[in-house]
């Protein structure tokens, strides 16, 4: 009887033991700690949470983190809002949050990442008092994120260990945003979509340690990430952002059917840029990825995106893809016979053609005058002249003051950029464009500002 009563001692001893709980788990019964406190925690069993209530008395920004080797989802918890944080990234499975308070009572809840885990951490509360914004500088999240101008430069600073920056970027229409950060700490990326998503990373393509992110955009809201590469360190950094409108959107009329080059072979389509390889697809007036002019220089070029069909070698079976034009290049020539309608690899003397097997790529291949050889180029689509002047302030043709520059508008919707530096001093420039074309003329400051524009005013 008395080992009986030993055994049943021991089983109650080990199940009391197992569930003692080291913090609250509800608001009611949070555990109360100092906004500047170092506390050990544990969860204890799958699902187990635990909750810790912080008062604060004077406005401040309040830095709350955890440290150690278990996996941590934390909810930041104040008037009835809560927000999660879990960056693996950044905190090495830790979370962390950073935010500007106000006098009151906020609630730190902790959790395993996975319910059924269980594991111990350190939870750091750092508070630090007066106003918000000489600590803090920038939005920690896209609901505060500080709104800056697609062309601009902005100071920022990474104000407290693991502190992030956030900003907002409104792009007027389509084009290329390049964002970047300059100064000498080592800074960490992200381009975000309007509802978050990720689109870009990179932490070190910039000079000095710098991130440097380049992507094509279409008109929208988007929002920069900025945060120290090593996220115990701290240390100030200007964000430049820079966006040049695409000649998507300046010559959007222009794109129609003829502008499109199609095959005879295999029930027609279209040549068409598809992941940068030339393919055959069904021709659309609405796929800008179709738009194709043959001009006098002999290559075969999209005028939305200054690329052009290039042959990989000069072998049968060479695939055909999308390059970014380049004067003279033999790989990029082609001539063509109306008589056979077919395009000619000067190089090679081999033909374009519409491979046989999947019927859908582009090759170069010898000549044999088949259908799968045939192109028709819609007669308004011939471009008599290369591109004589740059589509865009990055290729803008750079001409000096006081002088005369010929010009010709080579495609419909055409436009032509060109760039004058005025010496220190100022004083008056005036431009204007002679001749029987009608034309129209935008005068930008460096940063793509519209300064002036005018129609009909000149001689």
């Given at each position: 009887?008395?080992?009986?009563?030993g055994?049943?001692?021991?089983?109650?001893?080990?199940?009391?033991?197992?569930?003692?709980d080291?913090?609250?788990?509800?608001?009611?019964?949070?555990?109360?700690?100092?906004?500047?406190s170092?506390?050990?925690?544990?969860?204890?069993?799958?699902?187990?949470?635990?909750?810790?209530?912080?008062?604060?008395?004077?406005?401040?920004?309040?830095?709350?983190?955890?440290?150690g080797?278990?996996?941590?989802?934390?909810?930041?918890?104040?008037g009835?809002?809560?927000?999660?944080?879990?960056?693996?990234?950044?905190?090495?499975?830790?979370f962390?949050?950073?935010?500007?308070?106000?006098?009151?009572?906020?609630?730190?809840q902790?959790?395993?990442?996975?319910?059924?885990?269980?594991?111990?951490?350190?939870?750091?509360?750092?508070?630090t008092?007066?106003?918000?914004?000489?600590?803090?500088?920038?939005?920690?999240?896209?609901?505060?994120?500080?709104?800056?101008?697609?062309?601009?430069?902005?100071?920022?600073r990474?104000?407290?260990?693991?502190?992030?920056?956030?900003?907002?970027?409104?792009?007027?229409?389509?084009?290329?945003?390049?964002?970047?950060?300059?100064?000498?700490?080592?800074?960490?990326?992200?381009?975000?979509?309007?509802?978050g998503?990720?689109?870009?990373?990179d932490?070190?393509?910039?000079?000095?340690?710098?991130?440097?992110?380049?992507?094509?955009?279409?008109?929208?809201?988007?929002?920069?990430?900025?945060?120290?590469?090593?996220?115990?360190?701290?240390?100030?950094?200007?964000?430049?952002?820079?966006?040049?409108?695409?000649?998507i959107?300046?010559?959007?009329?222009?794109?129609?059917?003829?502008?499109?080059?199609?095959?005879?072979?295999?029930?027609?389509?279209?040549?068409?840029?598809?992941?940068?390889?030339?393919?055959?697809?069904?021709?659309?007036?609405?796929?800008?990825?179709?738009?194709?002019?043959?001009?006098?220089?002999?290559?075969?070029?999209?005028?939305?995106?200054?690329?052009?069909?290039t042959?990989?070698?000069?072998?049968?079976?060479?695939?055909?893809?999308?390059?970014?034009?380049?004067?003279?290049?033999?790989?990029?020539?082609?001539?063509?016979?109306?008589?056979?309608?077919?395009?000619?690899?000067?190089?090679?003397?081999?033909?374009?053609?519409?491979?046989?097997?999947?019927?859908?790529?582009l090759?170069?291949?010898?000549c044999?005058?088949?259908?799968?050889?045939?192109?028709?180029?819609?007669?308004?689509?011939?471009?008599?002249?290369?591109?004589?002047?740059?589509?865009?302030?990055?290729?803008?043709?750079?001409?000096?003051?006081?002088?005369?520059?010929?010009?010709?508008?080579?495609?419909?919707r055409?436009?032509?950029?060109?760039?004058?530096?005025?010496?220190?001093?100022?004083?008056?420039?005036v431009?204007?464009?002679?001749?029987?074309t009608?034309?129209?003329?935008?005068?930008?400051?460096?940063?793509?500002?519209?300064?002036?524009?005018?129609?009909?005013?000149?001689p």
């Amino acid at each position: 009887m008395k080992k009986i009563i030993g055994l049943l001692l021991f089983l109650a001893t080990t199940v009391f033991t197992f569930a003692t709980d080291d913090h609250g788990n509800s608001i009611a019964t949070a555990t109360r700690i100092n906004p500047n406190s170092i506390t050990p925690g544990r969860i204890e069993v799958g699902n187990d949470s635990d909750i810790f209530r912080i008062e604060i008395t004077h406005q401040g920004i309040l830095n709350v983190y955890t440290t150690g080797s278990t996996p941590l989802f934390g909810y930041f918890i104040h008037g009835g809002t809560t927000t999660g944080s879990y960056d693996p990234d950044s905190y090495n499975n830790n979370f962390r949050f950073l935010r500007s308070v106000t006098p009151g009572i906020y609630y730190i809840q902790v959790r395993h990442l996975r319910y059924t885990g269980t594991g111990p951490y350190t939870l750091v509360s750092e508070f630090t008092p007066g106003q918000a914004q000489d600590f803090y500088g920038h939005g920690d999240g896209m609901a505060s994120a500080t709104p800056i101008n697609p062309n601009s430069t902005t100071s920022g600073r990474i104000a407290t260990p693991g502190s992030i920056n956030y900003y907002k970027i409104t792009i007027p229409s389509a084009g290329t945003l390049v964002v970047n950060t300059t100064g000498s700490i080592d800074t960490y990326g992200l381009l975000l979509s309007a509802s978050g998503s990720q689109i870009a990373s990179d932490s070190g393509s910039g000079s000095m340690g710098n991130f440097r992110i380049s992507r094509s955009v279409t008109a929208g809201t988007y929002y920069v990430r900025v945060r120290h590469y090593y996220p115990l360190k701290t240390g100030s950094y200007s964000l430049v952002s820079q966006f040049t409108p695409s000649r998507i959107d300046q010559i959007q009329d222009s794109i129609n059917r003829e502008s499109r080059i199609s095959t005879h072979a295999f029930g027609g389509g279209c040549i068409t840029n598809v992941g940068g390889y030339a393919k055959r697809r069904t021709c659309s007036a609405s796929n800008d990825n179709q738009s194709l002019t043959y001009a006098s220089s002999r290559v075969l070029k999209n005028p939305l995106t200054n690329k052009c069909l290039t042959a990989q070698s000069s072998n049968n079976g060479s695939k055909i893809t999308y390059t970014s034009c380049q004067a003279n290049s033999t790989a990029q020539i082609f001539s063509y016979n109306s008589a056979r309608k077919q395009f000619i690899h000067t190089a090679s003397r081999k033909c374009l053609d519409v491979h046989g097997g999947n019927r859908r790529d582009l090759i170069l291949w010898r000549c044999h005058g088949g259908a799968n050889q045939q192109f028709y180029i819609p007669q308004s689509n011939t471009d008599n002249s290369a591109d004589d002047h740059g589509n865009n302030m990055a290729s803008a043709t750079i001409i000096s003051l006081n002088s005369a520059t010929q010009g010709r508008i080579n495609v419909a919707r055409d436009s032509d950029y060109f760039k004058v530096e005025i010496p220190s001093g100022g004083g008056t420039l005036v431009v204007n464009t002679t001749g029987s074309t009608d034309t129209y003329g935008y005068l930008y400051d460096a940063r793509g500002r519209q300064i002036a524009s005018n129609d009909d005013h000149g001689p």
